[in-house]
Every structure is written in C-alpha cells, then in structure tokens.
C-alpha cells in the first residue's frame, strides 16, 4: 500500500497518510494534519476508503505550528487511541495552554482569527511521544527521525531507507529507493522560513547540510508544503 497525500487548511499543508509495515494494510500513521474539522472529517473519509476498520497508530508532527496540527483536535475524538509525537523542542505547540501560543504566532501572519475559528473551543491534545534524534517511530520503526532545526527548534525530517513497499512502479523504475517526510524544512528548490518563532538562519543551513550529507541520491521527499521530488 502506498502513501497518501491530502492538502489540508488554509495554507496548504500536505498531510501524509503512511501504511505502517506488517500491518496487512490495515495500520497507519498520520503526519502533520492541518486544517480544521472539515478537513478532519476528509481524513477519517480517505483511511476509511484504505482499509474498512483504519487503524491509526499515530499521529505525527513534524513541528508544531498551527497550519501542520489544526485538524488534530477533531482527528484525536475519533481515534483517541492513537499516540500524538513530536519532537520535544516544539511540544509547547501541543496541550490545552497551546492554543494562545498559537495565536501569538499566526498574529504576525495575520492569521490569528483563523486559528480561533478552527480550534472553536476544542484543545490540542497533548503530546504523547517524544520524537528524538537518531530514533525510530516506536509502532513503525522502518521511520528514523532526523532532528532538523530551522524553521522551528523541534523540526523534524522522517526518513525510510527501504521504502520498497510505498513505491510504485513508476517511481521504482526513476531509481527511487528511499523516502524522506520532510515537513517544512526542504521543499523542491526551497526551504523554510527562519523568521517565526524559534527560527534560526544558521539552524537551517546546519540542517540542510547535514541532510545533503545523510540522505542518499535515490530519494523521494514529501515536504509538508508543495510537490514531492526525487534527490
């Protein structure tokens, strides 16, 4: 079974559905679900169509702002079971003091009543998991996690090396081996912002080098805004 893309919210998130390994097609995990209730309710749609009983092992950030966690709340009513992980340097962006943290942010943005209308009361849930450098997802361990400072502190890049078994045959025959969820930290001839909270110019460039040092030729990347591309 392979990944599933939606684009979720206002700013046009990419939210990654990803089977989870020896699981018959039945367990996933979810990274970065934005938007609002609405876009919760396409979510739940989408991993219904992929198996009759979903099972969803995760749901992951990989940072914590706004745009990557709105449908979250709404996401957690319907599979309270499923952990919530990101990375420990951006989980103040995740519990029930964040939603003010949240505003605060998107107010530079100009965005802080759409942050207000989409939560309507209801808090993100807390962090479950902590995602650490050099680990693996605990319930997907074929996952390694990349600390990738930058865009936020807790920016985190997910890496598979053997990613046969999310690959068509398409992208088999370009030379496609590896993939690599990369939220907001590489975009296809981009990266992200350093000028939000928390972000850092030199952070970025450390990060980008380190990932133009670990993450082979061969790779597909998803980021969490934009199209996928091959390394």
Partial sequence: MKITGIQTGYLGTNTWIVPVADSCGGAFFVTDPGGDSRDAAYITKVLEKLAP???VAAFIMTHGHFDHVGALPFLHETFPDAAVAIHGNDA??????????HIEDFTALRLADY???TLDGHPLPEATELLTEGGVLPFAPEWKVIHTPGHSPGSVCLYCEDAAP???ESEVS????HILLSGDTLFDGA???TDLRGGSDAEMRHSLDRLSTVIPQGTLVLPGHGGSFQL
């Fill in 53 to 55: 009983a979903p099972h």
């Fill in 92 to 101: 103040a962006y995740l519990g029930t003091a964040a939603g003010q943290l």
């Fill in 115 to 117: 942050v207000e209308e």
């Fill in 166 to 168: 999310l690959l068509d």
């Fill in 174 to 177: 370009r030379g496609i081996k």
């Fill in 191 to 193: 990266f992200g912002r």
